[in-house]
């Protein structure tokens, strides 16, 4: 089954402040486990979700593996991603689509965040 990570950002007026987002997205093209990765913004920047899904598909997508860039569970991670994922199952519905978690609750930011105060310090 071809397998399609998306990944649902938010998006930014400032295009400059989606850098490092994509810097992560590249990485993780990098390590090729995934045959197509495309990012999908929220608001504000291209190509949009709807957009991104398009593009996922139209690369033969089976499955979409949709993975909010978000770090708290706001009106878009519990209400506007789950709904835009679920008129793209209705538009696309050979190809499965699944909704991973948001980013803010993994242990693993409680390390990033500790090493950047380790930083501050000095």
Partial sequence: M???LLVMVHGSPRPV???DMFAVVDVIRGRGVY???EVGFMEINEPSI??????CVVQGAERVLAVPYFLHTGNHVTDDLPTLLEEAQTRYPQVEFLMGDYLGHDPLLA???AERAAAVRG
Avoid: S
């Fill in 2 to 4: 071809k397998e399609a």
């Fill in 50 to 55: 709807p957009e991104a899904i398009e593009r």
């Fill in 111 to 113: 390390d990033v965040v």
């Fill in 35 to 37: 045959p197509i990765v």
């Fill in 17 to 19: 402040a989606n850098n």
